[in-house]
């Protein structure tokens, strides 16, 4: 099983930046793949950015070059950095881990993000 507690939210003007940490209460060393997904109100939980044990990330299309997702092993936390942020970015964040491809996906609470333009 894995625990995932977000933080990092919080509300920012258009063109500001956040960073969102996810700490997993053991370690990630071995986690398949973990990442970000968003919701929106009214709308499904979409993809944001995903970054494998080993291997490349990848990002939406709507994301690439202003956010940025990185996993520290000997912190346990996966990060994404958000910067030139839009309006359209205000959504709840959840952290992802999948452990393999074979494993159920694990999830964080989530943590507001809101950008006023």
């Known amino acids: 099983q894995v625990q995932l507690v977000e933080s990092g939210g919080g509300s920012v003007q258009a063109g500001g930046s956040l960073r969102l940490s996810c700490a997993s209460a053991?370690?990630?060393?071995?986690?398949?793949?973990m990442g970000w997904y968003r919701q929106a109100p009214g709308k499904q939980r979409d993809l944001v950015a995903t970054?494998?044990?080993?291997?490349?990330?990848n990002y939406a299309d709507s994301v690439k070059g202003r956010f940025t997702i990185s996993r520290d092993n000997a912190k346990k936390t996966v990060y994404l950095q958000m910067n030139s942020l839009k309006s359209e970015d205000t959504a709840v964040y959840y952290c992802?881990?999948?452990?393999?491809?074979?494993?159920?996906?694990?999830w964080g609470q989530g943590t507001q993000v809101t950008v006023s333009s």
């Open positions: 053991r370690s990630i060393c071995t986690i398949n793949v």
């Open positions: 992802y881990a999948r452990p393999s491809i074979v494993s159920s996906a694990y």
């Open positions: 970054i494998p044990s080993a291997g490349s990330t």
